[in-house]
């Protein structure tokens, strides 16, 4: 099957009587017997093609235009009870086959809610100076399954998982109710009916029920209802409200009338369960929601029933402390209007009114027997009960071809007397229209730094949806602090008044990810909180896409590293604070233009910490009027400041957190090669303080039963323990005024109260140091000994088998060689603290041990044993005691002493660890791999192993439930299937020697990791015959999560890893034959081929309509793969570097396969040429310098730099280049992009 992009509907969405997006192949044309021809038992036959193709007599007007298949039909009206002449244009590729994308490059999906389910939502962004809403949507019912403010505990709309959301969300969610005259014809229908969805497996015709698409846009949702027998089409679009001091979300429903008479209608529209504001309510909601409802009220804010006010009396805390409710939920509805101001409509929210006698909300029993006048003139009651909001539409006359739309905006204010001002403001004339152009503008313009322009727009498309998504999930950085042109022609590093603030990021929380707990502030500037790994990973292009973040990233997170090796789960946003109050005094009185604001505004200043949202917030609050734009006003404030990195603990902690800072070097040494020695040396990063203290194996080797109870076992429980000491410690620091902890809390200190600061070249060595005090016993894999796995946290069980990570020793293995790079180039000497000196000393004194004991492995002909010799059990006993050692008396805290380390110590020390490293590398792939039809030969490294104690001695400890603890004696490896991962890592330590890359590729194309069905890779071989022991993906039915299924971001990892080898065909190959988005099949991917999933069922899934179907929508690590992806394609991995004269050049090297300049595939768009006619194509480069890139040959461009540039200045002048390398102050101009206005490269 193949699919194009391009203008499937106009702008607007119209798209009646159009082609069916369902197969290619048939374009709708074929009879049901060569439709059979298509089925198999894993592809669904669709038999619903197109409404044309249903009837004989219609009028088929087929013709080419410009290239352009344009079809046409209209029904005879003889068959049309309405008489309408429902058609319109459908775009359809040269090949006959229908395009998958509309005009605005939205998704087009038709009979939305007859093809398999799936969630998605709004992006909840409002702007940098916008109040956001969440807004969940599913393929089912009117699409708003769920939408609030902040979290799923401030919903209007309840949030309900997505299994309970496609059952729902057509009966609790928005609702639309029509009744209609034309003529002597009366007619009454719901638009999006589940009652009237098509039957799409069914083989009888079904010319009288209505067609319905869906359009997927980045920052928009929308659906469409053709009702061609009354005549009806109705269009429901939603959007965030963007750039605005109040949120909502803007739901718009048009009416037209696509017959050939007038038609009077009336109309109910809006929200069959709307929640009242209340506090936390969502366990309420599920656990006692009819007592909630006691508590429930709807109010008005004005005189009528235009402006309902939904709160309850009080929060429901049972508590002495009793909280009044003021706060409310609004709903404002009104006819558009783009030439004069508009009216409020009423609101009907008794839900008895509209439903009557139907408790179960299916038909609006209410409605039907009454008039909509009937239903605004008679009493309605909200109290005690869960109201409803629906605007009141009444005989509105529509002559043929005209439409009205009724737009609605639910949101939040804080008192009820702010509900008015926002009624006035939303009804000016045109101020819709603006709002909905805006929202999809704002979203253009923050992904055109992305902006790719090849033979694919497929392609270019996704590009830009990964790069939205990858700033959802890991924030999109905005420089604050520009205050003059020095400023702003300067970087993190080079003006201390820059600084660096994450926007609109958030955990990946949603209806299928319902496990998390999401946050989204609700203030301008708006962020939340995400888990360590994800936002670690997805800002690993920050520097790329804003080079002036310079080293932020990397200080930020390296800062995050403990005293024993580990991190928190939780990044926050940074705060900023004013350290001088006579600084916050001035810049307070220059802000203002009255005293009392300037008072106010001092005190604020100089009050604590404080992020950009919460300022504005309190302004507000607190009705300070400040005389400056807020733009200005912020980067005043911020230049002024300090800024600090924020995290907390969370929950245990995660053997893969450290993984992903050599990713963060590298991206800032390929923009900033020149900055590394400063770096490295001479910046001093804090050590974060948890208040979780990882236990010795003394205290966490635990003596159980078996699960068959018949024998026991040594199990590695319970490894982190909350320190009630480290608490009573952070105490110090708790505000009296406030009660919150200060922020000094969360760094480690001396004892006389110094926050202890190392370089991050120290912290990367001590780093180092631990995870290799940390290796298995076997010295192969990383230790799990925190209590949680590694990236595959499926393997939750894993650390309780006593297991180890061989990813974690790649990245070890690259991290050790970072280290002994940097102190081999610049010979400086690194400080310590004392207490890693003498762990260090101890770990050396082992080694010396060990190797004079002289150990070797068995010959390559003998296989290893998996009992662990003495010797290396001997050795892991004392390393890992040395460790325990440090960490006890780090514990609370450092000592403030130091010791510095000779560069040529440290490498030597290195060289001899590297040395254990690579034999232990060896001895994983002699050991292997064990499973189903895995006999361990492979040759393809393992990722996991286990270890079974089998000798041990009780030391008289017991843990928290009364289990006696042991020290083991003895140990024996255990070994699990092939997983992705291993082979993955692996390939970042042969990275330079392409004979390996492409053997390593071979063999796990060839492996049990291959899904030859889907041509993807499973994220692990079969899991048959496994202990449940190793987690909850034994749990999952095989093909489900992460039980073989493909995961797609491990999936990506492994392609990144191809491009970074430079297989450059095969990397290629996989993407075009379906491996990587938007090159999918769209019927088995069965959502946009623009947003990623978490996972797509595999081949191996029982079901087999769910092959290759994606869940779990976008927030995907993924993304961050993509977009590095993307760089290496079109920039290269070094885009700045330091010639033999270290002198700073730069250089684009792209990977650039040559279909992207010209296509013979049909589907493609037509090429791009130049003056000369030869073959361009162009991009972004960093975010805001167009390039374009002339390819003369039009061969592949893999790896190879132009022969000559012309760098087009902003003042006009150009530079002409000859060669491949750009270097002198003309490279440092490009790398601060203001003065470059565009650059074309020639090959």
Same mark, same amino acid.
């Given at each position: 099957m193949s699919y194009q992009n391009g203008n499937g509907a106009n702008g607007n969405g119209v798209h009646t009587n159009g082609a069916n997006g369902h197969s290619s192949e048939t374009n709708g044309l074929l009879s049901n017997t060569t439709k059979q021809q298509y089925a198999s038992p894993s592809k669904p036959v669709y038999y619903k093609w197109l409404i044309f193709a249903l009837g004989g007599a219609g009028l088929l007007a087929i013709a080419a235009v410009n290239g352009w298949i344009h079809v046409q039909y209209t029904m005879p009206q003889e068959e049309n009870a309405a008489g309408s002449s429902a058609s319109s244009e459908v775009s359809i590729g040269k090949d006959g086959k229908m395009k998958l994308f509309d005009s605005a490059n939205r998704y087009v999906l038709e009979d939305f809610d007859a093809k398999p389910s799936f969630s998605s939502f709004l992006p909840a962004v409002a702007g940098v100076y916008g109040i956001p809403v969440w807004a969940f949507y599913v393929n089912r019912g009117q699409g708003i399954a769920s939408f609030g403010f902040e979290s799923k505990e401030y919903p209007i709309m309840e949030f309900n998982a997505a299994n309970k959301a496609y059952q729902l969300t057509p009966y609790v969610g928005m609702r639309t109710f029509l009744k209609g005259s034309r003529g002597n014809k009366k007619f009454q229908i719901e638009p999006f009916s589940p009652a009237n969805t098509r039957d799409l497996y069914s083989k009888e015709d079904e010319e009288d029920l209505p067609k319905r698409i869906m359009f997927i846009g980045p920052n928009e949702c929308e659906i469409k209802e053709i009702d061609a027998v009354n005549g009806i089409t109705t269009a429901v679009k939603y959007i965030v409200l963007p750039e605005e001091t109040f949120g909502a979300l803007v739901r718009r429903t048009n009416f037209t009338n696509t017959g050939n008479s007038p038609v009077t209608i009336s109309a109910l529209d809006g929200l069959a369960k709307l929640e009242p504001v209340g506090g936390k309510i969502d366990w309420a909601l599920k656990n006692m929601g009819r007592t909630l409802e006691g508590w429930m009220g709807v109010y008005q804010a004005g005189d009528g029933i235009t402006m309902p006010y939904y709160r309850m009396s009080t929060e429901t805390a049972d508590s002495a402390s009793v909280k009044i409710e003021l706060a409310g939920h609004y709903l404002l509805s009104f006819i558009e209007n783009s030439d004069t101001d508009a009216d409020l409509l009423p609101i009907i929210y008794d839900t008895n009114a509209v439903f009557g006698r139907d408790t179960s909300l299916t038909n609006p029993d209410g409605f039907a027997d009454k008039t909509v006048k009937e239903l605004t003139t008679n009493p309605q009651y909200g109290e005690a009960r869960t109201s409803s909001g629906f605007a009141a539409l009444d005989d509105y006359t529509l002559q043929p071809g005209e439409s009205v739309s009724i737009v609605s905006f639910y949101g939040k204010v804080d008192h009820i007397e702010d509900v008015k001002p926002i009624a006035d403001h939303i009804t000016k004339a045109g101020y819709v229209g603006r709002k909905f152009e805006q929202a999809r503008t704002m979203i253009n313009d923050l992904t055109a730094s992305v902006e790719t322009n090849t033979t694919s727009h497929l392609f270019d498309g996704a590009v830009r949806q990964m790069f939205l998504d990858n700033s959802l999930?890991?924030?999109?950085?905005?420089?604050?602090?520009?205050?003059?042109?020095?400023?702003?022609?300067?970087?993190?590093?080079?003006?201390?008044?820059?600084?660096?603030?994450?926007?609109?990021?958030?955990?990946?929380?949603?209806?299928?990810?319902?496990?998390?707990?999401?946050?989204?502030?609700?203030?301008?500037?708006?962020?939340?909180?995400?888990?360590?790994?994800?936002?670690?990973?997805?800002?690993?292009?920050?520097?790329?896409?804003?080079?002036?973040?310079?080293?932020?990233?990397? @200080?930020? !997170?390296?800062?995050?590293? %403990?005293?024993?090796?580990?991190?928190? #789960?939780?990044? +926050?946003?940074? =705060?900023?604070? /004013?350290?001088?109050?006579?600084?916050?005094?001035?810049?307070?009185?220059?802000?203002?233009?009255?005293?009392?604001?300037?008072?106010?505004?001092?005190?604020?200043?100089?009050?604590?910490?404080?992020?950009?949202? @919460?300022? !504005?917030?309190?302004?507000? %609050?607190?009705?300070?009027?400040?005389? #400056?734009?807020? +733009?200005?006003? =912020?980067?005043? /404030?911020?230049?002024?400041?300090?800024?600090?990195?924020?995290?907390?603990?969370g929950q245990g902690y995660w053997g893969d957190h450290w993984d992903y800072y050599l990713d963060l070097i590298h991206s800032y040494l390929a923009i900033y090669p020149d900055g590394e020695e400063s770096l490295m040396y001479d910046k001093s990063l804090r050590y974060f303080f948890s208040t979780a203290t990882v236990k010795p194996r003394s205290e966490k080797y635990v003596l159980t039963l078996t699960y068959d109870g018949k024998s026991h076992h040594v199990l590695q429980l319970d490894s982190t323990t909350f320190d009630t000491d480290k608490e009573k410690e952070q105490e110090q620091f708790r505000s009296s005024k406030t009660g919150i902890l200060g922020t000094e809390a969360y760094w480690q200190r001396t004892p006389e109260g110094e926050v202890f600061e190392s370089s991050p070249l120290a912290k990367l060595f001590l780093l180092g140091s631990i995870k290799y005090a940390t290796r298995d016993a076997y010295g192969m894999g990383v230790e799990y000994e925190g209590g949680r796995p590694g990236w595959n946290d499926a393997m939750n069980g894993l650390p309780g088998m006593v297991g180890s990570g061989m990813p974690e020793t790649y990245e070890l293995h690259q991290m050790l060689g970072y280290v002994k790079k940097v102190v081999d180039k610049y010979g400086r000497s690194i400080v310590i603290p004392t207490e890693l000196a003498d762990m260090i000393v101890e770990v050396n004194s082992a080694l010396d041990t060990l190797q004079a004991a002289g150990y070797t492995d068995p010959a390559p002909t003998e296989d290893i044993p998996l009992a662990v010799p003495d010797v290396l059990f001997n050795y892991w006993n004392a390393v890992a005691t040395a460790r325990e050692k440090y960490r006890a008396k780090v514990e609370y805290y450092f000592s403030g002493e130091t010791t510095e380390l000779a560069a040529k110590d440290v490498s030597g020390m290195i060289s001899r660890w590297l040395g254990e490293v690579e034999m232990g590398m060896a001895r994983a792939i002699r050991v292997g791999s064990h499973g189903f039809e895995d006999n361990g030969k492979s040759g393809i490294p393992p990722s996991y192993f286990s270890y079974n104690i089998t000798k041990w001695e009780l030391n008289g400890g017991k843990n928290t439930v009364g289990l006696p603890t042991v020290n083991a004696l003895a140990m024996e490896v255990g070994r699990f299937p092939l997983f992705l991962e291993g082979p993955t890592r692996y390939l970042k330590t042969v990275i330079d020697d392409e004979d390996a890359v492409n053997d390593m590729y071979g063999k796990?194309?060839?492996?049990?990791?291959?899904?030859?069905?889907?041509?993807?890779?499973?994220?692990?071989?079969?899991?048959?015959?496994?202990?449940?022991?190793?987690?909850?993906?034994?749990?999952?039915?095989?093909?489900?999560?992460?039980?073989?299924?493909?995961?797609?971001?491990?999936?990506?990892?492994?392609?990144?890893?191809?491009?970074?080898?430079?297989?450059?065909?095969?990397?290629?190959?996989?993407?075009?034959?379906?491996?990587?988005?938007?090159?999918?099949?769209?019927?088995?991917?069965?959502?946009?081929?623009?947003?990623?999933?978490?996972?797509?069922?595999?081949?191996?899934?029982?079901?087999?309509?769910?092959?290759?179907?994606?869940?779990?929508?976008?927030?995907?690590?993924?993304?961050?793969?993509?977009?590095?992806?993307?760089?290496?394609?079109?920039?290269?991995?070094?885009?700045?570097?330091?010639?033999?004269?270290?002198?700073?050049?730069?250089?684009?090297?792209?990977?650039?396969?040559?279909?992207?300049?010209?296509?013979?595939?049909?589907?493609?768009?037509?090429?791009?040429?130049?003056?000369?006619?030869?073959?361009?194509?162009?991009?972004?480069?960093?975010?805001?310098?167009?390039?374009?890139?002339?390819?003369?040959?039009?061969?592949?461009?893999?790896?190879?730099?132009?022969n000559s540039y012309k760098v087009t200045l902003s003042d006009g002048s150009m530079k002409e280049i000859t060669g491949g390398v750009i270097s002198g102050d003309l490279a440092v101009t490009i790398r601060k992009i203001w003065g470059v206005k565009s650059i074309d490269a020639y090959f």
């Open positions: 999930r890991g924030g999109m950085p905005k420089i604050l602090g520009d205050v003059d042109e020095s400023a702003r022609y300067s970087n993190y590093d080079e003006d201390e008044r820059v600084k660096v603030f994450h926007v609109f990021s958030r955990i990946h929380g949603d209806l299928e990810r319902d496990y998390n707990a999401f946050f989204i502030d609700d203030t301008y500037f708006s962020q939340g909180h995400g888990n360590f790994r994800d936002v670690c990973q997805n800002r690993r292009d920050d520097v790329t896409f804003t080079p002036r973040i310079g080293s932020f990233d990397v @200080q930020m !997170f390296l800062s995050f590293i %403990q005293a024993d090796a580990y991190e928190p #789960l939780t990044v +926050e946003a940074v =705060i900023y604070y /004013i350290k001088d109050p006579n600084v916050g005094a001035q810049i307070a009185g220059e802000s203002t233009s009255d005293p009392k604001s300037a008072e106010i505004l001092t005190n604020i200043l100089n009050g604590g910490p404080f992020r950009p949202g @919460q300022l !504005f917030q309190l302004i507000g %609050q607190l009705g300070v009027i400040i005389s #400056l734009p807020k +733009e200005e006003f =912020i980067n005043r /404030i911020t230049a002024a400041s300090q800024d600090l990195a924020m995290a907390t603990f796990v194309r060839k492996s049990g990791l291959r899904d030859e069905e889907l041509k993807m890779y499973f994220v692990s071989a079969s899991l048959k015959g496994q202990s449940y022991d190793m987690g909850r993906m034994m749990a999952f039915s095989p093909g489900w999560l992460e039980n073989q299924s493909i995961w797609m971001h491990m999936s990506y990892k492994y392609y990144l890893e191809l491009l970074r080898g430079k297989a450059y065909d095969k990397f290629y190959s996989e993407m075009k034959g379906g491996g990587i988005l938007p090159f999918m099949d769209p019927v088995k991917y069965g959502r946009s081929l623009m947003e990623c999933s978490s996972f797509l069922a595999s081949s191996v899934f029982a079901d087999p309509s769910f092959h290759g179907r994606g869940f779990s929508a976008r927030l995907s690590g993924s993304t961050a793969e993509f977009l590095s992806m993307w760089k290496l394609i079109f920039i290269g991995s070094h885009p700045y570097y330091l010639d033999d004269d270290d002198k700073l050049v730069f250089s684009l090297k792209p990977a650039v396969p040559s279909w992207m300049f010209k296509d013979e595939d049909p589907n493609s768009a037509d090429p791009t040429y130049d003056e000369n006619g030869i073959l361009t194509i162009s991009f972004k480069l960093f975010a805001h310098i167009p390039v374009t890139y002339h390819n003369s040959k039009g061969t592949d461009l893999f790896d190879v730099a132009p």
